[in-house]
């Protein structure tokens, strides 16, 4: 058999040498932290059998909580999206005194630890807190309500959406721009029809990001949620509390259709991410 | 559309891009603005379209002020040297931005006849469902010049617009924007580095260099009639030969040469300019002249170059048609004199070399 021109072959030396150990190596890592684990939890829930599995899944508290774990999840990077793009756009576009502090508090989610966040964001928002003591006359609880999970959830994915548009604003042609307004289009028109555009594909990765965070979090949302079952629960904790009481089928269950939620919405974001990338016809 | 400029400054920080600029350009007229890079050019031009404020001065389009207007409501037709295309859009729908854009949008099928129109003006028809990232330089710059067409522009104004270009493609479409301009009515800016393409392109040339106007003038005047040493350099080859004035007349080597009303009294010294092409060779001892060597020859096709070194090693340029250098029988290392023909005076030692 002939190896056509161009192919890439462990066989044949290629020009970048290394080719089999690094693919074993890759193949062997992600197996092993990724693959296996999952695995492992795919096949637990089928020991149980298909009638309890639905039972777990169906359970009024477990679907309280899938719901406000996925449905929070998605207002808050909802949110992310917008607040985000609005954040990068400022750190780009204009010069201000105090620009690269800003730029570097953006990524103070990230590095925060989960709890310390969690308790900060409990402390603000309880009803005796800065922000919480504000709200209370006006009727809004935010700690210890599914509000005050999203509020945790918009947190921590702050620096996703920023962080993923920024630089494809950076790169815009500030030329382009000129020549839109030249051409007589307002601004409005020109971020609609011509800066929109060009970083939909970023900011739509940004709002995956965030998302699949969001759903994922964890030690941020239970300190603010007051995790009362059925209202403000998420599922991880659910998970956790089914483990700790031992109902390890019951936690394997959840976790299962939370991963195979996660993976659909993140395949279906990355499939309009492609439509838009085409769309833009990159150079 | 007649534009004037009037006492126009503009600073960015400390650096002061431009410096009281005066300058009328006619309706009609294809006007390009010179100058190495930083010479404020571009900041003229951005000016002229309203992407720039000035800090002080005005701009003026028939007699009406329009310093306040905005890019928008100017009417000016802009193109980039970098294209700057809507890489989201079609060829069609680029050139069709400016007519949706517009208050009273015209109907889709006039927007349609339009854009053909305009597409075959610039001999892009048939790539109205190209992105832009599937053409050429060439290709692009000729979309966005339709583009910029489209809203009926009474002004054109063009930054460097075949500055991204290839030497071929660049002669072509400097011909072909020429030709364009000669058939619309319109009034034209054209912003260049390029000697040759601004000789070339321009009814008049403006001569920039740190923020000031040098020279303004028809191309022929700008190359025979250099108003100052820095015109002089810029635009074509140039021998620069300090002298110094002694009674009434500038001393160069054996020549004494008329100030013509240049404004240097004796014992100052000036500096000499001539083309490299204007000036007789002539064997040593023969004639009044400056003596030098003869350090190198090349053969350039019709022209022969001569490189040759005057005292203290001043290095002097010829360049002789193939006849008259046969005609001379010169070798490496002869010694010769150089006369100029029309040579011009300016006062003051030689400005540092620039030319590249």
Redesign the interface.
């Known amino acids: 058999m002939t190896v056509g021109r161009g192919t890439i072959s462990p066989v044949r030396s290629s020009v970048i040498p290394g080719f089999g150990p690094t693919l074993g190596f890759t193949m062997f890592y992600l197996s092993l932290l990724v693959l296996l684990p999952l695995i492992a939890l795919f096949l637990r829930p089928i020991g149980m059998g298909g009638e309890k599995f639905v039972a777990i899944l169906f359970d009024s508290r477990v679907l309280a909580a899938l719901r406000l774990s996925f449905g929070g999840a998605l207002v808050a990077a909802g949110v992310n999206a917008f607040a985000g793009l609005l954040l990068a756009w400022v750190l780009v576009r204009y010069e201000f005194p105090g620009r690269r502090v800003v730029d570097a508090i953006v990524d103070l989610p990230f590095a925060l630890p989960t709890a310390v966040a969690g308790i900060a964001l409990t402390a603000l928002y309880a009803p005796n807190g800065w922000i919480g003591e504000l709200l209370a006359p006006l009727d809004i609880k935010v700690a210890f309500t599914p509000l005050g999970v999203m509020v945790a959830m918009v947190f921590i994915g702050v620096p996703f959406v920023v962080r993923t548009v920024q630089p494809v604003l950076q790169e815009a042609?500030q030329?382009?721009d000129?020549?839109?307004?030249?051409?007589?289009?307002?601004r409005w028109?020109i971020f609609r029809?011509?800066i929109l555009?060009?970083i939909l594909p970023s900011l739509t990765t940004g709002f995956a990001l965030a998302f699949a965070r969001a759903v994922g979090e964890y030690g941020s949302i239970i300190f603010i949620a007051g995790n009362i079952p059925g209202v403000s629960e998420i599922a991880p904790l659910l998970i956790v509390t089914k483990l700790e009481q031992y109902d390890y089928q019951g936690a394997t269950a959840i976790a299962a259709v939370m991963l195979v939620a996660s993976f659909v919405i993140l395949f279906v974001i990355n499939g309009l991410q492609k439509w838009q990338q085409s769309?833009?016809?990159?150079? | 559309m007649k534009i004037e400029i009037k006492s126009l400054s503009k600073s960015f920080g400390d650096f002061r891009a431009l410096h009281d600029i005066d300058l009328t350009i006619e309706s009609g007229e294809l006007v390009t603005l010179l100058g190495p890079s930083g010479s404020g050019k571009t900041t003229l031009l951005?000016i002229i379209?309203?992407?720039e404020s000035p800090d002080s001065g005005s701009v003026w389009f028939d007699g009406h002020d329009a310093t306040e207007r905005?890019?928008?409501?100017?009417?000016?037709?802009?193109v980039?040297q970098?294209y700057?295309?809507?890489?989201?859009m079609s060829v069609f729908d680029n050139v069709a931005?400016?007519l949706h854009?517009?208050p009273n949008r015209p109907s889709k099928k006039e927007i349609a006849e339009r854009v053909d129109h305009l597409l075959a003006l610039v001999q892009m028809r048939g790539f109205e469902r190209r992105?832009?990232?599937?053409l050429s330089g060439g290709q692009r710059q000729r979309v966005?010049l339709a583009?910029?067409l489209?809203?009926e522009p009474k002004v054109l104004l063009l930054d460097e617009p075949f500055g991204a270009l290839d030497a071929q493609v660049r002669r072509e479409l400097r011909r072909w924007l020429r030709h364009l301009h000669d058939e619309m009515n319109v009034t034209g800016v054209f912003v260049t580095h390029d000697q040759d393409e601004a000789l070339e392109v321009a009814d008049r040339v403006v001569v920039m260099n740190k923020g000031a106007i040098e020279q303004v003038g028809v191309p022929m005047e700008i190359y025979d009639k250099p108003a100052t040493p820095f015109v002089y350099q810029f635009i074509g080859n140039v021998n620069r030969v300090p002298c110094v004035i002694a009674g009434g007349e500038a001393r160069l080597g054996t020549l004494a040469l008329p100030l013509n009303g240049v404004d240097a009294p004796d014992g100052t010294h000036a500096t000499v300019f001539f083309r490299p092409h204007d000036l007789k060779l002539a064997p040593a001892g023969g004639a009044n002249g400056i003596a030098a060597t003869v350090r190198h020859i090349s053969v350039l096709g019709a022209n022969v170059r001569i490189d040759l070194a005057a005292d203290n090693d001043l290095p002097l340029e010829a360049e002789l048609p193939r006849v008259q250098f046969d005609e001379l029988t010169l070798k490496q290392g002869d010694k010769v004199v150089v006369i100029p023909n029309d040579p011009k005076i300016f006062p003051g030692a030689a400005p540092a070399t620039s030319t590249p």
């Open positions: 042609d030329e382009v000129d020549a839109a307004s030249s051409l007589g289009a307002s028109l029809r011509i555009p060009t769309r833009i016809g990159r150079a | 951005r379209g309203g992407l905005s890019a928008r409501d100017r009417r000016v037709g802009f980039f970098h700057a295309l809507f890489r989201n931005f400016g854009v517009r992105r832009p990232s599937q966005a583009r910029a489209a809203v």
